[in-house]
């Protein structure tokens, strides 16, 4: 017992030297800063609030008034095809969505209804639930401004077809 002891105190003793020789600088190693190059801006250790502000280039198109944008592919969640000033933050006390694309107030609105699967809750064995899913509730985690912009980067994705998935 008192080997096995002694054995043990050896080896978390050569452990806490090597450990605290690991701290001891090389002097092989560069000093240089390095540029990092590309379409960001900003530093990738700040947040998103600095990254560059996207604007319309003509006014911000308004709910009702504007041509909806064919999705990208079969089943993309489509853009939302007007401002959403005023209507964000969306929290779990408000989401001015929910005024409009309920089922019940979107046709007589003549806007996009939410579909029914936005009322199946996943977190609980896929039940069909009276209000929208708690999954479903933050529209703009898969739903996005629509807007022509000029992008930074050429998008050369190609859809599949309806046909391609049957």
């Given at each position: 017992m008192k080997r096995l002891l002694l054995i043990s105190a050896a080896s978390a003793l050569v452990l806490l030297t090597g450990c605290n020789n690991a701290g001891v600088s090389n002097n092989n190693v560069s000093n240089k800063t390095v540029k990092v190059t590309g379409i960001r801006k900003a530093s990738l250790n700040s947040d998103s609030q600095n990254l560059a502000v996207v604007k319309y280039t003509s006014t911000a198109p308004v709910p009702g008034k504007v041509k909806l944008f064919k999705t990208s592919y079969v089943t993309a969640p489509p853009m939302i095809p007007h401002s959403i000033v005023g209507m964000t933050p969306i929290?779990?006390?408000?989401?001015?969505c929910l005024s409009c694309h309920l089922p019940q107030n979107a046709k007589a609105l003549g806007v996009t209804p939410m579909p029914k699967d936005h009322f199946v809750d996943n977190f609980d064995g896929n039940k069909h639930v009276r209000k929208v899913a708690g999954s479903r509730y933050f529209c703009t985690t898969c739903h996005d401004r629509q807007a022509n912009l000029n992008p930074v980067v050429?998008?050369?994705f190609e859809a599949m077809r309806k046909s391609a998935l049957k």
């Open positions: 929290t779990v006390k408000s989401n001015m050429e998008n050369k």
